[in-house]
């Protein structure tokens, strides 16, 4: 069954608050200056967007908060109709370390809130990205329980409107459903997800347990050294996609945006060009046909290309 898909559509997550479908997502690799991510925040407010996908380690927050605070003051935006989404960093993980965490980002973007906190690797690191002698990633000892704890006691006190997790397979989400005395579930698990990666089987377990599967790299564009080996295929250079975009006058990452959508997952689209960030909004009215998902479907390969070198 085909969703209709309006601008507007928000996907009602298991704590009761919406979440708008497409979300425009703020990384952008360390070369670029970080008032680029604070210009297109504001593009993408124009535009439509009013997901907006940040974190921590991404280190544009000053920047895109101010962005949105701008939008708000110019009477673009109201503060409401902003969602806007932070991540939890793997290096402050122990239970007294978290809520200092979203504070100081709460600081940063000067809001009072944010609207979704997440946990963004279930991996603990001791810091950004510590290395040993030889060059192999420190992790920390942390339960995720207890992680997941803090985050609600977060909820609580206010600072987010929502929790969720990020990079979670199935068992790490059992992992947290299961927790004796577990006060809220997950809302959402953001993962790598696109029609080379179509992550079939744990959307499929994220549904029934009535968490929004989000995905990132859902165009698989950027090619960020760190993160993703440069010789990866080029999803939006895929004869199927680029044929089934022919045949409704659109173009690939569109159809990629839109094949997401829907299988009813909430898909990040991230683009620092004016072009990109309109064409990735113009996605609600067109439909693809079962055919068109079908052969879409059947590009998955199981293929990923965040490879955290650890």
């Known amino acids: 069954v085909v969703m209709e898909l309006k601008q507007s559509h928000s996907v009602r997550l298991n704590d009761g608050h919406l979440m708008?479908?497409?979300g425009f997502g703020t990384y952008a690799p360390d070369h670029t200056?970080?008032?680029k991510a604070g210009e297109a925040t504001k593009v993408a407010i124009d535009v439509g967007f009013r997901h907006i996908d940040a974190a921590f380690f991404y280190q544009n927050e000053k920047e895109v908060g101010k962005a949105i605070r701008e939008k708000i003051a110019n009477g673009t935006v109201k503060r409401e109709d902003i969602f806007y989404t932070t991540k939890l960093w793997t290096t402050v993980f122990r239970l007294e370390l978290v809520r200092p965490a979203l504070e100081r980002s709460l600081k940063k973007l000067q809001l009072d809130y944010v609207d979704l906190f997440i946990i963004h690797n279930p991996l603990a690191m001791k810091e950004l990205l510590p290395?040993?002698?030889s060059g192999n990633i420190i992790f920390d000892t942390v339960d995720l329980r207890d992680t997941w704890e803090a985050l609600e006691?977060?909820?609580d006190a206010g600072l987010t409107k929502s929790i969720g997790v990020s990079n979670f397979n199935r068992k790490l989400l059992e992992l947290i459903l299961n927790k004796p005395g577990l006060k809220y579930k997950p809302t959402c698990n953001q993962v790598e997800c696109h029609p080379y990666l179509n992550q079939s089987k744990l959307l499929e377990f994220c549904k029934s347990k009535n968490i929004v599967l989000v995905a990132y790299s859902a165009l698989a564009s950027h090619r960020d050294p760190n993160w993703m080996d440069p010789d990866s295929p080029y999803l939006l250079e895929e004869?199927?996609?680029?044929s089934i975009a022919?045949?409704?006058s659109r173009s690939p990452g569109q159809v990629a945006l839109r094949y997401q959508l829907q299988w009813g997952v909430v898909v990040l689209a991230k683009s620092f060009s004016e072009k990109r960030i309109k064409e990735n909004f113009q996605v609600f009215d067109f439909e693809?046909?079962?055919e068109d998902m079908q052969a879409i479907d059947?590009?998955?390969r199981n293929f990923r290309y965040a490879k955290l070198q650890l």
């Open 20 to 22: 708008p479908m497409l």
């Open 33 to 35: 200056p970080k008032s």
């Open 131 to 133: 290395r040993d002698a």
């Open 153 to 155: 006691k977060c909820k």
């Open 239 to 242: 004869p199927t996609l680029k």
């Open 246 to 248: 022919k045949k409704h």
């Open 288 to 290: 693809l046909t079962p």
């Open 298 to 300: 059947g590009l998955n």
